[in-house]
């Protein structure tokens, strides 16, 4: 996202015939108080103004913060709370030792031993009890899920066997935006509820890029508020990112509250893509050849078979009474296979069969099995269940978050 610059607000107030004589950016109310007053209450437990400050100091450092630095901060040291008081009612804890040994593990993630990474964190203004602080509540959290979560998760070997599948091979998605940043003074709050109806009311895209031509405080305003490049969808923050992944050409997402201003965004264009070389794709199937081509015995046979099998192990009965050859598991890749089975072979999920050609008075009969990519290093089926366990515990681990977050009290200052 571009980040409007002060000189908007001038153009802003001239747009809506508001005349000032000195535009400033006000403090954020949290600078004006005590470092040590409440920013927000869960449940029994206090998140200081010093907390959000520190964590967003640290999330600074580390690179890992949202466009909503306070935001998200706040979410984060919320996350951490719940999960301290759901360790507390399961009597769970963290001795010295083992926060001593998460933030070495931490810190070698940047090739930096434990005292050099407390160090470097401390010169950049992150004290020490916060890094502690957040190595805790990560080490109670693991010891939760991992005592409670792994025994409601199950992978099956079909699930490792789907997740090779090149249909598993999760896509890039990209977006073409404009944007509209509008202030959220209270000086101009009247104008912006007026304008906030317009942009909510424009049914194109040119119509939202007049109006962030006349409004928008953001230095796209005289694009229309339109971004050139394509935006990944994945380098979004959370909100946005979500509902553009779920959104449509045209659609105008907002109000959002983003860098301390009322922004709207219009998906312009969407475009989906699985880089998947070609060269690369190899493919498991079974051949069966019924004597009789396209006889209508033989196409109620190929009914019974949609109906019945699964899976390339179920369609060996299928072959009886048929000579040994009749029934062939091929494994190649897809530029290596006859160019009439890859042509009704491409039209094939996992599973599926076709039986649209024959050859030599045969009816050929054609089941996908897999449909992998190629690698050097190809992971066994055991380490692809663990990842596939890592991940489903992770998934879980996160709606129970969600969960305990929705069931706390919280109180904002």
Same mark, same amino acid.
């Given at each position: ?8 607000f ?92 998460g ?37 109670? =959290? ?19 066997a789907?997740a ?26 009247e ?33 229309g508020?339109?971004?050139?490049? =394509?935006?990944?969808?994945?380098n ?16 105008i ?5 983003l ?149 706390a ?5």
């Open positions: 996202m571009r980040f409007f610059q002060t000189s908007a001038s153009r802003f107030a001239l747009a809506t015939g508001i005349v000032l004589g000195l535009v400033c950016a006000s403090l954020p109310m949290a600078q004006a108080q005590s470092p040590f007053s409440p920013a927000r209450k869960v449940n029994d437990r206090v998140i200081s103004q010093y907390d959000v400050q520190q964590r967003m100091r640290f999330l600074e450092v580390l690179n890992s913060g949202g466009a909503d630095l306070r935001a998200d901060a706040l979410q984060r040291l919320t996350d951490e709370a719940v999960q301290r008081d759901y360790a507390q009612r399961r009597n769970v804890r963290v001795n010295r030792d083992e926060i001593n040994d933030i070495t593990e931490f810190a070698s993630r940047a090739e930096m031993t434990a005292a050099e990474f407390i160090a470097a964190l401390g010169e950049a203004g992150v004290d020490r009890e916060t890094i502690v602080s957040f190595v805790e509540a990560g080490l109670l =959290w693991r010891k939760l899920v991992g005592a409670e979560l792994p025994i409601l998760v199950a992978v099956s070997g079909s699930d490792a789907r090779r599948d090149t249909a598993a091979i999760v896509g890039t998605q990209r977006a073409l935006l404009s944007e509209i940043f509008l202030p959220m003074d209270p000086e101009f709050a104008a912006v509820q007026q304008i906030m109806g317009m942009i909510e009311s424009a049914r194109s895209i040119e119509e939202f890029a007049q109006i962030a031509r006349e409004f928008s405080l953001a230095g796209s305003r005289d694009q508020g339109r971004l050139p490049d =394509w935006v990944p969808v994945e979004l923050p959370g909100q946005l990112g979500a509902l553009v992944r779920e959104g449509r050409a045209g659609q997402i907002g109000p959002l509250e860098s301390g201003a009322i922004a709207y965004f219009q998906i312009r264009a969407l475009d989906s893509q699985r880089d998947i070389p070609a060269d690369r794709v190899k493919l498991t199937y079974q051949r069966l050849l019924l004597p009789g081509g396209r006889s209508e015995a033989n196409l109620a046979r190929v009914a019974q078979m949609r109906a019945q099998v699964t899976n390339c192990a179920s369609l060996g009965p299928f072959a009886r009474g048929l000579p040994e050859a009749a029934l062939v598991e091929h494994e190649a890749l897809m530029q290596s296979i006859p160019q009439s089975d890859a042509v009704e072979l491409a039209r094939l999920d996992r599973g599926e069969i076709s039986a649209n050609t024959t050859e030599g008075g045969n009816l050929v009969v054609l089941m996908l099995c897999a449909r992998e990519l190629e690698f050097e290093d190809r992971p066994s089926d055991s380490r692809l269940r663990d990842m596939i366990f890592e991940e489903r515990l992770s998934a879980m681990a996160d709606v129970k978050l969600q969960e305990l977050v929705a069931d009290e919280i109180i904002d200052y």
